[in-house]
Nanobody
Framework: QVQLVESGGGLVQAGGSLRLSCAAS????????MGWYRQAPGKQRKLVAT???????NYADSVKGRFTISRDNAKNTVYLQMNSLKPEDTALYYC???????????????WGQGTPVTVSS
């Protein structure tokens, strides 16, 4: 099927930066929207940012001006550059993609396994 593999999470001090990557592989015919979501302990998963295949972006208000989402369509990879990190950004970050699969020619939504981001004060 389709796999999404995230990388780049870790521990950083407040004010620091991290860059997350998510590579999609498998039975991919086309990918439409890709995005990042996060889930803090004891809280619901929330949108961080999304990007369409054409490059249109959408951000949560809490990260506007600090985070930048981008993608490399040739590599089926989406990135999240996170600057000026705050302790409240601490969460498990999940990659998401809307994929048209070669096996069924139907659209499915896939999730990665999550990569942890911890911001210390």
């Amino acid at each position: 099927q389709v796999q999404l593999v995230e990388s780049g999470g870790g521990l950083v001090q407040a004010g620091g930066s991290l860059r997350l990557s998510c590579a999609a592989s498998g039975s991919i015919f086309r990918i439409n929207s890709m995005g990042w979501y996060r889930q803090a302990p004891g809280k619901q998963r929330k949108l961080v940012a999304t990007i369409t295949s054409g490059g249109s972006t959408n951000y949560a208000d809490s990260v506007k001006g600090r985070f930048t989402i981008s993608r490399d369509n040739a590599k089926n990879t989406v990135y999240l550059q996170m600057n000026s990190l705050k302790p409240e950004d601490t969460a498990l970050y999940y990659c998401n993609a809307d994929v048209l699969t070669t096996t069924t020619m139907l659209w499915y939504q896939y999730w990665g396994q999550g990569t942890p981001v911890t911001v210390s004060s």
